[in-house]
């Protein structure tokens, strides 16, 4: 098992920023990627953006050049900067886990809430 923690969501200006962390714990072994995704009320959750174990990033078109994800491997612990936010950030933002051994697994945190309002 894989425990993930979120923190780092709140209330900010349109343009300002948030940086979101995902702490995991338990058993590591096998997973190669992390990411976050969002969900905003009404739609499907989405892939804001992912790290796998290369170090290779990946981005949602619509946060490139705004978000940043990065991770601290002593930590077991990926952080996700996001800059210039603008309302249609407005989501709960979820960590993922992606397991690949023993078997594929993909394991998710609690969600913490991002909310751009003026």
């Known amino acids: 098992q894989v425990q993930l923690v979120e923190s780092g969501g709140g209330l900010v200006q349109p343009g300002g920023s948030l940086r979101l962390s995902c702490a995991a714990s338990g058993s590591i072994f096998g997973i190669n990627a992390m990411g976050w995704y969002r969900q905003a009320p009404g739609k499907q959750r989405e892939l804001v953006a992912r790290?796998?174990?290369?170090?290779?990033?990946n981005y949602a078109d619509s946060v490139k050049g705004r978000f940043t994800i990065s991770r601290d491997n002593a930590k077991n612990t990926v952080y996700l900067q996001m800059n210039s936010l603008k309302p249609e950030d407005t989501a709960v933002y979820y960590c993922?886990?992606?397991?690949?051994?023993?078997?594929?697994?993909?394991?998710w945190g609690q969600g913490t809430r991002v909310t751009v309002s003026s």
């Open positions: 993922n886990a992606h397991r690949v051994l023993p078997t594929i697994y993909d394991y």
């Open positions: 790290i796998i174990n290369s170090g290779s990033t």
